[in-house]
């Protein structure tokens, strides 16, 4: 084969490309000594057998849910619950299907609006794509269905849903994490890993925040422990909205904290940079501002509380 009086040209060009975008991405490089994800063994897949496959994202989903829905029993079971066990065990079908349906919808509308062009896409959900915004709405949504289905107190059913919905954050964002995915922006900090496939072939990979971690650490544990001390130590759970009003603004305003260390999403880019922030981000604004809302509000709506299982009444 002949070789080309441009082939040197060429192969300068290629080197000065990579070495641009390199110099472009803050940390490119200048990842040695930070621990690498690909040695720390994960993979999506728990196990396969078959066709079947169970992933860790999937696994995470059912725990959240049975967790909670074992954390909500514990509540239930203090004087004053808005609702009995048998409840509790309709409920989790109707948060489940709110979980699902919103999770998908909101993902379309909020992060991929062009799947609207091709709905099937839509149904693939083993393809991934979730919104927790969205899963918010739908669950609400199913738990107010729920409640007038009942005869029960809407309100007070989303201030103990409420405290348990941190399991579910928590285990999703670990497995967000095992796969590898949702990683953070460029950092030095000596816990910063180096993720693969987040920039260009043939740039270096940088070690990056993993800021699914950090998600984890406060949507998930800090969290149910801000509900658990308002819920257990305090008459939070006698003051209709209080509770669900607290996970909102907690939510929201950690949520809205760690995307400043998190890339936005590729096609949300453009956006963000022409914004000033990430849609996570905006999202969370009006979940902020209602749960504020509802916890200023709260103590007007203090009631004598009868219980549905328990034996004393609650002033």
Same mark, same amino acid.
């Not at 490309?17 to 993979?43: E, M, N, Q």
């Not at 909500?72 to 948060?95: C, I, N, S």
């Given at each position: ?31 040695? /000594?930070? *621990?690498?994800?690909?040695? @720390? %063994? !994960?993979?999506p897949d728990v196990?396969?057998? +078959?066709?079947?496959? $169970? #992933? ?13 829905w074992w954390y ?61 915004? /969205?899963? *918010?709405?739908?669950?609400? @949504? %199913? !738990? ?6 009942? +005869?029960?107190?809407? $309100? #007070? ?20 994490f095992v796969n ?71 939510? +929201? ?63």
């Amino acid at each position: 084969m002949l070789s080309s009086p441009y082939a040197g040209a060429i192969e300068k060009g290629k080197a000065l490309i990579l070495s641009a975008l390199a110099a472009a991405i803050p940390g490119a490089g200048a990842a040695t /000594g930070h *621990v690498r994800f690909a040695d @720390l %063994g !994960l993979h999506p897949d728990v196990f396969s057998i +078959g066709v079947f496959t $169970l #992933r860790w994202y999937s696994l995470a989903y059912i725990a959240g849910i049975v967790v909670g829905w074992w954390y909500l029993l514990k509540l239930l079971a203090q004087p004053g619950a808005p609702m009995a066990r048998r409840h509790a065990d309709d409920l989790v079908f109707y948060a489940t299907l709110g979980i699902i349906l919103g999770g998908r919808i909101g993902y379309v509308l909020f992060y991929a609006p062009e799947m609207l062009t091709r709905p099937l896409s839509i149904l693939r959900l083993w393809d991934g794509g979730m919104s927790f915004h /969205g899963g *918010v709405i739908g669950t609400s @949504l %199913g !738990l107010i269905w729920f409640a007038r289905k009942n +005869g029960l107190n809407w $309100l #007070r059913v989303h201030d103990y849903v409420a405290c348990a919905v941190p399991f579910g954050l928590f285990f999703g964002r670990l497995a967000n994490f095992v796969n590898g995915e949702l990683w953070g922006k460029p950092a030095s900090v000596p816990w910063a890993i180096v993720f693969e496939r987040t920039v260009p072939y043939g740039v270096p990979e940088p070690a990056r925040h993993p800021s699914q971690l950090y998600e984890a650490g406060l949507e998930g544990i800090a969290l149910f422990l801000l509900l658990w001390f308002f819920f257990w130590r305090t008459d939070a759970r006698y003051q209709p909205g209080k509770l669900v009003g607290l996970f909102l603004a907690g939510y +929201g305003l950690a949520r809205f904290t760690v995307e400043f260390f998190r890339e936005p999403d590729a096609q949300l880019r453009a956006f963000a940079e022409h914004t000033g922030l990430h849609m996570g981000q905006w999202l969370c604004v009006p979940m902020i501002l209602a749960g504020l809302a509802l916890i200023v509000t709260a103590p007007r709506r203090r009631q004598r509380v009868e219980p549905t299982v328990g034996l004393d009444s609650v002033a």
